[in-house]
């Protein structure tokens, strides 16, 4: 079964820096990769994903990811936070028609 | 409109007592899912409906039994509920089952048990 690792479980950043959240996943096959948002006491929002084609993906709200088949990673970048990026982000992958989250990555940014 | 929604947003409730959360999406897809988010936000599937036929069931207890009167419907019912049941439940649909689609989340509901 496939699996991803979020390698962060929180993300300190200040308002208006960069961030990048790191996600690497274990499979021997083809992959389908997603990052999703959850803000405070809501559901789950999809930012991007990678089916196949372009490595880098461009998702919602200026995020971006990189799929790298050869570290097994689809890190989560944007250039520059806003205090309303404070959110869970969860690295996911999909197997046996099942989406497999990862364990999250909590971003707080500060002022 | 929401997409998917689910009622009730809270459920507090005792050991032992049967429950019920609902699901409905309005997107006119063919899969519904029911997820739960323990206390560590570690999110896990539950369960998985497409066209009203169960296709994935992840080694729930059957104290849980989902439940799809139609495609657009798909409910969660929990027997004899326990402590560790507290946690947020979220309901999801996606066009179909092929594993590139986008699942759209509902907004939650948080459990407790008390």
């Known amino acids: 079964a496939q699996s991803v690792t979020q390698l962060d479980s929180q993300v300190p950043v200040f308002e208006e820096a960069p961030v990048e959240l790191r996600c690497n996943y274990s499979s021997s096959v083809s992959v389908y990769l997603f990052w999703y948002v959850q803000y405070p006491n809501q559901g789950l929002q999809l930012l991007l994903k990678y089916l196949s084609g372009s490595t880098l993906v461009k998702g919602i709200n200026g995020f971006e990811a990189e799929f790298n088949k050869s570290q097994t990673s689809f890190h989560l970048r944007k250039p520059s936070v806003h205090i309303s990026d404070t959110a869970e982000y969860f690295c996911?992958?999909?197997?046996?028609?099942?989406?497999?989250f990862g364990a999250g990555t909590t971003v707080t940014v500060r002022a | 409109d929401t997409a998917v929604s689910q009622t009730p947003k809270y459920l507090v409730t005792q050991m032992g007592n049967d429950k019920s959360i609902k699901c409905e999406q309005n997107l006119g897809h063919d899969t519904m899912y029911w997820y739960k988010q323990d206390s560590k936000k570690f999110l896990k599937i539950m369960f998985s409906y497409n066209n009203k036929e169960l296709i994935i069931n992840e080694t729930v207890p059957n104290r849980f039994s989902p439940k799809s009167p139609d495609k657009a419907h798909l409910n969660l019912h929990i027997n004899s509920l326990e402590l560790g049941d507290s946690a947020v439940y979220f309901c999801?649909?996606?066009?179909?089952?092929?594993?590139?689609?986008?699942?759209?989340f509902g907004p939650g509901t948080r459990l407790t048990v008390l």
């Open positions: 999801a649909s996606s066009q179909d089952m092929m594993g590139g689609n986008e699942q759209f």
């Open positions: 996911a992958v999909v197997s046996d028609y099942k989406l497999s």
